[in-house]
């Protein structure tokens, strides 16, 4: 047998060795066994690279078992970050594509996020996989490499990556598989065809052994398509036994107890926790520490059972407290970094609670505003109490009107507490002399406690938008040792609130302004968030019952003339405000937005002006604040805060 035969020999043997391989049953394997003995984590996309080890997130095994489970056609999990869902998504397809080959559809909220997971995450995986390197191959060097991100073939079945949005891949292709990724983040309709899982659902029919993964970080309440998925299945929560009691409990953030405390660095709040952070029990009240509880027994609780018989779907939700990479120090302290912004808030509810985000701007109508106005009372000579105990700093804002500005004074105290002190409109063109010197009034303006005692405003913004955008810039330009300065609105998701100014110029460009551009959106969802705080506290908005003040029914329709609605199109949903029919004049809403600003600019110290406040003579003014490092203690619950 010459050496060209043997090797033709060879080659035929290599096919048939790859075949039966391909033909041979599954091993008598579940997915978190396959991983055990086959996945590696790779070191682009995982801080612990090497081994797959179930046992580091011993969460993950029952998901994982359930795909295999024969009266299992769907599993839904609803997770936030750091806790491996992603690896959860992974060892289901690598076990598929390894043991019980199949058409598999995997959707993600846009084709630009299914090629990024392609690249960083599944192409890595079967890199790292001997069992799956041996079985895809992508294309050869030196070819068009874009055509295997998006679908990738081994025996027996194929990959098709797609985006909630591309209809034709959803709609076309029958599949045994279909998982989805992010499922909150999925556009509303693929195109004209209609809700995309539905469609993606379509494509199973078929197959009698069909399987489905749903995957998502939760959102918002009411809207979330991962809350109703969960609702359908067994609603099973990952539950820890007491120590001192024995009774089983999802750990949750309201059950957490702590000691925050804070420090001014670089006129910036930064927080930290003083001693331990404890899990009190909801059952027996004993206190626990993270270690005894990560040690303690746990398991999975279901609320529905028997969903597993009706509809074959198994629904798990976990939140960031049983991750092996936080601990619970550091989630506090991110909760404590953004409890005061409903934007950071949100995405640490999200994706760190696991919790669903409530404070969408469904608020309180006119009428309950109204009733909520309080007498803050007269002083020894009968003229009215215009600054109420409690407030330390007083800002104002402006919004301009071709015929008019109109002005919001605003008290603020600890903790987001505010009093609405003054809503006035000053007749009159804003490049008027006249008009300028009545607001000069506002802002120069005394404002007086009970026993005399005064503030001025610290900070004054005033709307540049409009038609008189250089007058403004000039005027406020000539106030700024009152500090008085111009603002800028800006909308959109991911703009923050207040940034650092620019200089604009004025006419002929010789001469510049101070310039503030505000996220308005993010003053919105503050605001509207503050607004549905029942009980006087942090957080709390009061407004004075005085007619002279300002705060009417024409207020308060102005205050509440928007609401954050889930705008849908082709190609996704982002939620966003809109006006309310009836409510078309919101400049009450505007003021405050710019008057909320002006008090995250200042960024004052509480402690220093408390002082100064209580240890001012009476008739005068307290002094400007000064940063100082300052310490605070307070034993708080979540809702203390």
Not at 62 to 79: G, H, Q, S
Not at 298 to 305: E, M, Q, R, S
Not at 557 to 565: I, M, N, P, T
Request: aromatic residues 8%; hydrophobic residues 35%; contains cysteine.
């Amino acid at each position: 047998m010459t050496r060209t035969t043997q090797q033709r020999v060879d080659d035929l043997n290599a096919v048939y060795s790859r075949a039966v391989r391909s033909f041979s049953p599954p091993e008598d394997l579940t997915v978190d066994e396959w991983a055990d003995s086959y996945r590696r984590l790779s070191p682009e996309s995982s801080a612990e690279a090497g081994p797959w080890r179930t046992s580091r997130t011993p969460y993950l095994a029952e998901p994982m078992r359930a795909f295999t489970d024969p009266k299992v056609r769907r599993i839904v999990i609803v997770a936030g970050s750091q806790i491996g869902k992603t690896e959860c998504e992974l060892n289901c397809l690598g076990y598929l594509m390894d043991q019980d080959p199949g058409t598999v559809i995997f959707v993600h909220p846009t084709l630009d996020d299914a090629r990024k997971f392609s690249r960083l995450r599944i192409a890595p995986m079967i890199r790292d996989c001997s069992r799956l390197r041996s079985k895809i191959e992508d294309a050869p060097s030196g070819k068009d490499v874009s055509k295997t991100i998006l679908q990738k073939s081994f025996p027996g079945g194929m990959l098709i990556m797609t985006g909630s949005n591309a209809a034709s891949a959803l709609a076309s292709t029958p599949a045994r598989y279909v998982i989805g990724d992010e499922r909150d983040r999925w556009a509303t309709s693929a195109g004209e065809e209609g809700d995309p899982w539905e469609l993606a659902a379509r494509r199973q029919t078929t197959f009698y052994n069909a399987k489905a993964i749903e995957v998502s970080t939760p959102t918002i309440k009411g809207s979330s398509a991962i809350e109703y998925s969960y609702s359908k299945g067994t609603q099973e929560r990952w539950c820890t036994r007491c120590p001192h009691c024995g009774e089983y409990h999802d750990i949750v953030f309201d059950n957490l107890r702590f000691t925050p405390h804070v420090e001014k660095v670089n006129g910036r709040k930064v927080w930290s926790i003083e001693g331990a952070v404890e899990y009190a029990c909801p059952s027996c009240g004993c206190m626990s520490s993270e270690q005894q509880m990560r040690k303690s027994p746990a398991k999975w609780v279901a609320a529905n059972p028997s969903a597993i018989d009706e509809g074959g779907v198994r629904s798990f939700w976990l939140n960031a407290f049983v991750s092996p990479w936080l601990s619970w120090r550091e989630i506090v302290v991110q909760f404590l970094q953004a409890k005061d912004d409903p934007n950071r808030l949100q995405v640490v509810y999200n994706t760190l609670f696991g919790q669903l985000w409530e404070n969408r701007g469904d608020l309180v109508d006119d009428d309950e505003m109204l009733a909520r106005r309080e007498d803050y009372g007269c002083r020894d000579d009968g003229t009215p109490v215009e600054l109420p105990d409690g407030v330390l700093c007083v800002t104002c804002g402006v919004d301009t009107q071709d015929n008019r500005l109109e002005y919001e004074v605003v008290g603020h105290g600890r903790w987001g507490e505010t009093w609405g002190i003054e809503k006035g409109i000053i007749h009159g063109r804003p490049d008027s002399d006249e008009t300028w010197a009545r607001l000069d009034g506002v802002v120069g303006h005394v404002y007086r406690f009970r026993d005399g005692r005064g503030l001025r405003i610290s900070m004054t913004c005033i709307d540049s938008g409009g038609h008189f955008t250089q007058e403004v810039y000039e005027r406020t330009r000539a106030r700024q040792p009152s500090r008085v300065f111009a603002v800028k609105g800006k909308g959109g998701e991911g703009v923050p609130f207040t940034a650092v100014p620019t200089q604009v110029s004025i006419r002929d460009k010789r001469v510049k302004a101070w310039l503030y551009t505000i996220g308005v959106d993010a003053g919105k969802a503050q605001i509207m968030s503050s607004l549905k705080v029942a009980e006087p506290g942090p957080r709390y908005c009061h407004f004075p019952k005085r007619p002279e003040a300002g705060y009417d029914e024409t207020f308060f329709s102005g205050l509440l003339s928007e609401r954050l609605v889930l705008s849908s199109s082709r190609t996704a949903s982002k939620w966003q405000w809109e006006k309310l029919p009836g409510h078309e004049r919101n400049e009450a809403l505007d003021c405050r937005n710019y008057a909320l600003a002006a008090l995250t600019i200042v960024n004052p110290d509480f402690d220093r002006l408390e002082q100064a406040i209580k240890g001012a003579p009476a008739n005068a003014a307290a002094p400007k604040p000064k940063k100082k490092k300052t310490r605070r203690r307070k034993s708080a619950l979540a809702d203390s805060l």
